[in-house]
């Protein structure tokens, strides 16, 4: 196999090594007596290139046997084709037999330098040759590579993919023609939702068919697809460099989109070189999970509302005040700065309940004892006496002394403990000091 190229056909060569290096790492050579094929595949297997030379295009071509192949390093080519191109007059390209474990390129240059470069190849490549039939796909539109790179300049540089919606003008709901004014096509920004994207930017971009596109052509219910933006990228800046449009075919999420230069008004079957950009899709539409999102419910709802603005069932927001919180109820106490204890928003009103009823239960409790000691000090002094009465009515452990009340608790004299020997009470009680006149 041997080819020469020069004036604007090296130019368009060189758009085309550039263009496979920033989509995939190898590039697959498929030579044979009709055409040359270059085939490249991105290492995450979401983007497909292939373009194709006719034997027009070189000054010099040549194959030796019915077909042949091979695969080199794109980043080696890319070296090769650092000197300026203004500078070389033409490009020589030349593996000498089938079974060769090198690839020749040599340059040309204006001021006679040559320079000769031999790239290890593989002769035995792993080629995958795919394909679409693009009158399958029912959704397409054609625009200019500058106008696209305008639309995607609306977007942030980092963005991985984006989703492109088409709608057919004609069947918008009134109420929708008139918010988005009759736009069929929407470009929206896609983030991944597994991951943690608070700080990043969501854009939409709503767009006119007839004002910004070519040509469009969407029949039926809104479709999405959402692909890489980086691919996308690469194949805009090599159909602009040919001053050639772009089209997309599409047909709904998942399913595979083709991109390929537009040939002015014919086929490109005139036309001595072609390309087929092939991007995979992301299988979950976005038309639903957008809509969804757009509306989300609402977790952690205070005083007992339900997630649907409706209010909750009593029954239903009695089960939050026993066990552990919940996660809404964690989360909306993050959001509001309260610290509730309930189940789906619980009052604070809800805890001072709370506490009101362990305070009257500490009280009963604190009157049983009180009332037993008392019991115990009138057998042995009858200074000392205590009076039970409803724990409501006064303070917990009020003792009446001498016919005046004390807060001391009972127990700072007396141990209230039923297992204790009766015989050492009279140790445990502490008289006081008679005041000095």
């Known amino acids: 196999m041997e080819f020469t190229l020069s004036g604007n056909a090296l130019k368009t060569f060189t758009r085309s090594i550039t263009c496979l290096a920033r989509i995939g790492n190898e590039l697959a050579i498929q030579a044979s007596s ?7 595949l991105n290492s995450s297997r979401s983007a497909y290139l292939s373009i194709t030379f006719k034997p027009g295009f070189f000054d010099v071509y040549t194959v030796f046997g019915p077909q042949m192949q091979c695969s080199v390093l794109l980043k080696a080519i890319c070296s090769v084709l650092r000197t300026p191109i203004a500078s070389i007059d033409h490009l020589t390209v030349s593996l000498p037999n089938p079974d060769a474990s090198k690839v020749q390129w040599t340059l040309n240059c204006h001021n006679g330098m040559k320079k000769a470069y031999w790239i290890t190849c593989d002769v035995e490549p792993h080629i995958q040759n795919l394909s679409l039939d693009r009158t399958k796909l029912p959704s397409n539109f054609v625009l200019r590579p500058r106008d696209l790179n305008r639309l995607f300049s609306n977007f942030q540089t980092t963005l991985q993919e984006i989703t492109i919606i088409a709608t057919n003008p004609t069947c918008l709901p009134p109420d929708a023609a008139s918010e988005i004014g009759g736009k069929a096509v929407e470009l929206r920004s896609y983030i991944d939702p597994t991951k943690e994207n ?36 690469a194949f805009l800046s090599f159909c602009e460099g040919c001053e050639v449009d772009i089209q997309f075919y599409f047909d709904k999420a ?10 002015g008004l014919d086929d490109g079957s005139n036309s001595t070189f072609d390309a087929t950009l092939m991007l995979a899709t992301m299988l979950m539409s976005q038309l639903y999970t957008a809509s969804s999102s757009e509306n989300p419910q609402v977790v952690g709802t205070s005083y007992g509302q339900a997630n649907d603005g409706r209010q909750a069932p009593v029954q239903e927001r009695s089960k939050g005040n026993s066990g552990l919180p919940s996660d809404q109820t964690r989360i909306w106490s993050d959001l509001s700065g309260s610290r509730t204890k309930g189940g789906n928003g619980a009052e604070h009103g809800g805890e001072r309940n709370e506490n009101d009823n362990e305070q009257r239960e500490l009280q009963q409790i604190g009157a049983m004892h009180i009332s037993e000691a008392g019991r115990n000090m009138s057998d042995i002094h009858n200074d000392f006496h205590c009076v039970d009465k409803n724990p409501l009515e006064q303070p917990q452990g009020m003792v009446y002394l001498d016919g005046h009340a004390s807060q001391h608790h009972p127990s700072n004299w007396v141990d209230a403990d039923d297992d204790d020997d009766e015989g050492d009470e009279s140790e445990l009680c502490v008289q006081s000091t008679p005041p000095y006149h």
């Open 198 to 233: 608070d700080s990043a930017l969501h854009t939409q971009l709503w767009i006119d068919p007839t004002e910004e596109f070519v040509q469009y052509n969407h029949i039926g219910s809104p479709v999405d697809v959402t692909f890489g933006v980086k691919e996308s990228k």
């Open 254 to 263: 998942g399913e595979p989109i083709l991109v390929v230069p537009k040939f």
């Open 34 to 40: 009709t055409k040359l094929t270059f085939h490249t």
